[in-house]
Each structure stands twice: as structure tokens, then as C-alpha cells.
Nanobody
Framework: VQLQAFGGGLVQVGGSLRLSCAAS????????MGWFRQAPGREREYVAG???????TYRDSVKGRFTISRDNAKNTVYLQMNSLKLEDTAVYYC????????????WGQGTQVTVSS
């Protein structure tokens, strides 16, 4: 299983970005997908996740601004980020669980998101 995240970049405060993560391998539709992020000097943190049934969860600080979605036909998960803040600056990683699992086992290489004032 390989995960490739892309779509990061430099954006001003209040702007938007859409991250994508393409997954290889089988059983994408039965796996949970998630986005994590890590800012310099900080631990990696959970951002959002979507399970195989399409149920999504978010960390409190991004609720109402970020939306996670998935397209099982394309083996891709997305993270739409609106109203970006300086504190959203981080490397964003996508992750995938095992089929019917709940623990993230596979990780992508990360994509940098920088929010500037």
C-alpha cells in the first residue's frame, strides 16, 4: 500500500487549499482514511478522518473549516481546507487503516501547507 499526498502550498490567511491523497493497493473502500499534521517543534496531531461508511470526525480546531471526503472509485481521499489560519501551517500526512481496521497503519510522505499573513 502506498499513499501519495499532494495539493499543499503557500496561501494567505483566510484562503483555501484542497489536499488529495491517492492510495494504491486493494481494499481502499473498506479502509479508514485520515489526515494528520505536524508543525515544526510539535508532535503530529490528528486532523480529520473518514471511515469506510463515510462517517467523518475532526479535531475541534478545524471543525467548520475543513471537510474530509473520499472517492472510492478513485482510491482518493480529500481534505478541503477553508478559512485557513496561521496555526494551520504544517506538513500534512494522509494515513490509511487496514481493511475493516481502526488503527492507521500506512502513511504518505506529507505535503507542506504554509499559511502566511
Amino acid at each position: 500500500v502506498q499513499l501519495q499526498a499532494f495539493g499543499g502550498g503557500l496561501v494567505q490567511v483566510g484562503g483555501s487549499l484542497r489536499l488529495s491523497c491517492a492510495a494504491s493497493g486493494r481494499s481502499f473502500s473498506t479502509s479508514g482514511m485520515g489526515w494528520f499534521r505536524q508543525a515544526p517543534g510539535r508532535e503530529r496531531e490528528y486532523v480529520a478522518g473518514i471511515d469506510r461508511l463515510g462517517v467523518s470526525t475532526y479535531r475541534d480546531s478545524v471543525k467548520g473549516r475543513f471537510t474530509i471526503s473520499r472517492d472510492n472509485a478513485k482510491n482518493t481521499v480529500y481534505l478541503q481546507m477553508n478559512s485557513l489560519k496561521l496555526e494551520d501551517t504544517a506538513v500534512y500526512y494522509c494515513a490509511r487503516t487496514l481493511s475493516y481496521g481502526s488503527t492507521y497503519q500506512y502513511w504518505g510522505q506529507g505535503t507542506q501547507v504554509t499559511v502566511s499573513s
